[in-house]
């Protein structure tokens, strides 16, 4: 009888063994399987952000590109502007200066016009004295100016050497005479004088 009852007994954890281990291979590909998915979703979801990045970077590179072509358009039409604008000023101060010669040329064809037969010689000179200091004064209010020469050392910024003379107790290299007056216009130098050195 016992022998009956240990079989049965036996017999039940066999079974029972089966059982479970039935049960863990069936667990067994189920969790396999959602690990797979798992995994085939993590590089989807990436692949989308990627995407997502790709497409905002190619929005920010056209709104980029939008604004160096605007800049460009309007750098383009300020320079024009300037251009333009810079002409006119020229154009301006051309006109002016002209305007202001003219009453000395009107000076001069007046002395010329003149029977010089009864013009005394002093008064031919005076007459072309104040035609002279008339233009000058044209020629300083557009801010030219002669610059002195005579008695300075030379300096090729501003003088240019014709001859080298004997100086008369000079020091080498000291103008003793000007040829040609050099003028200034502001700061910089407009003409060179012409200068005789001593040797």
């Given at each position: 009888m016992e022998k009956i009852l240990n079989k049965e007994q036996q017999s039940a954890k066999e079974h029972k063994g089966?059982?479970?281990s039935s049960e863990?291979?069936?667990k067994q590909p189920a969790d396999i399987s959602s690990a797979k998915k798992t995994a085939h979703r993590k590089p989807r979801k990436e692949m989308a952000k990627l995407k997502k990045k790709i497409i905002e970077f190619e929005q920010e590179l056209e709104k980029s590109?939008?604004?160096?072509?605007?800049?460009?358009?309007?750098?383009?039409?300020?320079r024009k502007r300037t251009r333009k604008?810079?002409?006119?000023?020229?154009?301006?101060?051309?006109?002016?200066l002209i305007f202001e010669l003219l009453p000395v040329l009107d000076n001069l064809e007046r002395?010329?016009?003149?029977d010089h037969s009864e013009l005394a010689v002093k008064e031919f000179i005076d007459g072309i004295k104040i035609i002279t200091n008339q233009f000058s004064e044209v020629l300083k209010k557009a801010g030219v100016e002669p610059f002195?020469?005579?008695?300075?050392e030379f300096e090729p910024n501003l003088h240019d050497a014709m001859m080298q003379v004997d100086g008369d107790g000079a020091e080498p290299n000291v103008i003793v005479q000007e040829i040609e007056k050099g003028y200034m216009i502001g700061s910089k130098?407009?003409?060179?004088?012409?200068?005789?050195?001593?040797?």
């Open positions: 089966k059982n479970n863990k291979s069936e590109r939008d604004r160096y072509l605007r800049f460009a358009a309007e750098f383009d039409n300020y604008e810079f002409q006119q000023l020229i154009e301006s101060a051309e006109e002016k002395v010329i016009s003149q002195e020469s005579v008695g300075k130098v407009l003409r060179h004088a012409k200068v005789a050195v001593a040797k």
